[in-house]
């Protein structure tokens, strides 16, 4: 098997290699026409980076922020906060796995944010990748599909409290700016969950409590409640085929 020192000294010869060829191929151009720089630099000849540079450098800065992209304009959060709430409520702590739930919750997150997309898509991406919207434009209509999705599942009282905090309080009749509108989606996506994890809790207390009675009353008080509801738990989940009808429920909340 190749080792890792291998692999590491390999890299660096062939890095090496690669910038020994760079400076020789300096030495013969001409100046000013060396081919490895001559589409980095403004044609213009004022020494400053081309624009399509400076769009790749852009680029790649957005897609390493896609994750907190992804929590703050979609519905990803509120699916993994009640997926865990699940997963905690039948008390097995690793069963589905972490994994597991975030890919579950990625691809709910496709279906409710797929026709947000799609607007997005032909409505901003398209044009500007055609050269009919400058970037102002281009972003405008991008964003508004977003906006208009989580509007709906934003609290008010949730943007004035942060407008008000921030002293940027929200006019009636103006669209608050988009910092401060993902800011509220966020909250209320996190107290949304927080409502339904409510929920989901309390049938299965119900069962701790009362396994714990019986335990209780029988003299067992030394065997842990916990795991003596475990089956009984999992199988009043199983019974009434808890992972659908709570995919179900989250996936027609997103539908009204």
Request: proline residues 7%; contains cysteine.
């Amino acid at each position: 098997m190749v080792s890792a020192g291998n692999i590491l000294r390999f890299g660096l010869l062939l890095a090496l290699t690669i910038v020994l060829a760079g400076a020789a191929e300096a030495q013969q151009a001409a100046p000013g026409q060396i081919p490895a720089l001559e589409g980095l630099i403004n044609p213009s000849g004022e020494g400053r980076l081309s624009n399509s540079v400076i769009q790749l450098l852009l680029l790649v800065s957005v897609l390493s922020l896609v994750p907190g992209i992804a929590m703050m304009v979609t519905c990803l959060p509120f699916m993994v906060i009640v997926f865990s709430f699940m997963r905690q409520a039948i008390g097995v702590q690793q069963a589905p796995p972490n994994m597991m739930i975030m890919a579950l919750a990625m691809f709910l997150t496709f279906f409710v944010m797929e026709p947000v997309f799609m607007q997005a898509w032909q409505t901003g991406i398209t044009p500007y990748m055609d050269g009919n919207l400058t970037e102002q434009q281009a972003w405008t209509l991008t964003t508004e599909p977003f906006r208009e999705f989580m509007m709906k599942r934003t609290d008010p009282e949730a943007l004035l409290t942060l407008g008000e905090a921030v002293n940027r309080p929200v006019v009636e009749g103006q669209p608050p700016s988009f910092s401060l509108l993902s800011t509220a989606f966020m909250l209320s996506e996190i107290k949304h969950a927080f409502q339904i994890g409510f929920v989901i809790f309390l049938p299965f207390m119900v069962i701790d409590l009362v396994v714990a009675s019986v335990l209780m009353a029988v003299g067992m008080m030394m065997v842990p409640p916990t795991v003596v509801s475990l089956p009984f738990k999992l199988g009043f989940f199983v019974l009434a085929d808890g992972w659908l009808k709570i995919t179900e429920a989250v996936l027609r909340g997103y539908s009204t």
